[in-house]
């Protein structure tokens, strides 16, 4: 018997797994039977199963118990034959090989009649499970990444692959990364980031925005002030609303920035690391370190829009300098309260924004003298305000957070 699950539970690669509770689920079945153990026309023997079940589950210690009820159809007779009571355990573990968007099952049940009080029959079959996962693309200003609501759907298997794979521009959706908004306990909202090469990422500004407005014009937290829970620690959003009463912009306390070069982390102990000389392939750059939950290199330079950030990105991201590698700003000085910004994200390359690094390149301009504490950067996907209320202090951050579109995907 082969039968395939859609909206059904997500897995990992390599391991033993006992199924965890099923929500309602299409089963789609053909298997065969003995014509007179149903006493049923000879003739009847191939039957054929479509319908859609509820699975109700009842845990008993190490295993699972599914009692679900279906009409029974033959190919040569309209009517069903019978209503069977089915009884799935899984007591026993599930082996299986996952091969990118499904999974193969070998399990055990028995079919139970209800008018023949012993098991009809036990089968042993496999099991080609698809996860149906529904997703939402997001952008801040052009950072653009695909999301997973948690709170209303189960949590995809095998998290760095899919990152790879839905961030892929030509054989996936096309993001700078994955992105689940997780319910937690205390907060509002948890953001999980992973980067397009599935490695996780502690903090990103434009994505913390996409999902406070997420969270806010899907009612899981209406309310104008937020309280979020991400890689880089707690932090707080307020939803300015538009006329629709849907979230127009999002301020994000962005934390104070750290400052101490060990902990940001750089090779350097000392706070700041303020213009750090830096040598990649034929030039060398002065630098001023921040973190701001995640590492950033901010260097100023002429003229940002002719700058070669793919020569030279990589090779400060890489740095030895750097033992977490390091997200890298080019920056354009355009008055002392406008500023334009070129981001080479670790794991991503180049990205259309950065709130995280917009947020460095404001600490990093007031403390090499370049501006003020409060400014517009201009970035590839648009226009973010900063401000910097002063040393052990917050950054603030405001800008746009738009969702594209949603839709299914195959994992």
């Given amino acids: 018997m082969k039968a395939g699950y859609a909206d059904g539970f997500p897995v990992e690669s390599g391991k033993l797994y006992q ?23 000879s003739q009847l023997s191939t039957f054929e199963l479509s319908t859609c079940i509820q ?42 090989a996952t091969c990118r968007n499904f999974t193969l099952y070998t399990l055990h049940f028995t079919l139970v009649s209800h008018c023949i009080p012993q098991p009809v029959a036990t089968f042993h079959f496999t099991l080609v499970l698809v996860f149906k996962m529904k997703f939402t693309k997001m952008h801040g ?33 096309g993001s700078d990364g994955l992105v689940l908004i997780r319910p937690a306990e205390g907060f509002d909202a948890e953001m999980v980031m992973y980067n397009p090469d599935g490695t996780i990422s502690e903090m990103c500004g434009n994505a913390l925005r996409c999902v406070s407005k997420f969270v806010h014009d899907h009612g899981y937290a209406p309310q104008e002030k937020l309280t979020l829970k991400t890689g880089a620690g707690t932090l707080y959003a307020s939803i300015l609303r538009g006329p629709d009463g849907k979230a127009q912009s999002v301020r994000i306390d962005m934390g104070a920035p750290i400052l101490a070069g060990l902990k940001i982390p750089t090779v350097w102990d000392r706070e700041p690391v303020l213009n750090q000389e830096i040598t990649a392939l034929d030039r060398t750059f002065l630098a001023t370190c921040v973190s701001m939950g995640n590492p950033h290199c901010v260097i100023f330079v002429d003229d940002v829009a002719n700058f070669p950030v793919e020569k030279y990105g990589p090779v400060i991201e890489n740095s030895l300098h750097f033992p977490r590698r390091v997200n890298v700003e080019f920056v354009q000085v355009v008055s002392r309260t406008e500023l334009i910004q070129r981001t080479w994200e670790r794991g991503a390359g180049e990205t259309w924004a950065c709130g995280t690094g917009a947020s460095a390149v404001c600490v990093a301009g ?46």
């Fill in 55 to 96: 699975l109700y589950p009842a845990t008993c210690r190490n295993f699972q118990l599914y009692t679900f009820n279906f009409p029974l159809v033959s190919h040569c007779i309209s009517q069903p034959v019978a209503t069977l009571h089915f009884q799935l355990s899984t007591c026993i573990p599930l082996y299986f």
């Fill in 19 to 41: 199924a965890p509770l099923l929500k309602q689920t299409q089963l789609v079945a053909t298997f065969h039977l003995s014509p007179t153990v149903l006493h049923s026309p």
């Fill in 366 to 411: 007031v403390l090499t003298g370049s501006s003020d504490p409060q400014v517009r950067i201009h970035l590839l996907g648009g226009d973010l305000e900063l401000h910097w209320l002063g040393e052990g202090k917050s950054v603030f951050m405001t800008g746009g957070a738009t969702e594209v579109f949603s839709g299914e995907l195959d994992w």
């Fill in 141 to 173: 200003i052009g950072n653009d990444y695909v999301y997973i609501d948690c709170f209303a759907n189960p949590e995809p298997a095998n998290l760095p692959k899919l990152a790879e794979f839905v961030s892929h521009r030509h054989f996936g959706i």
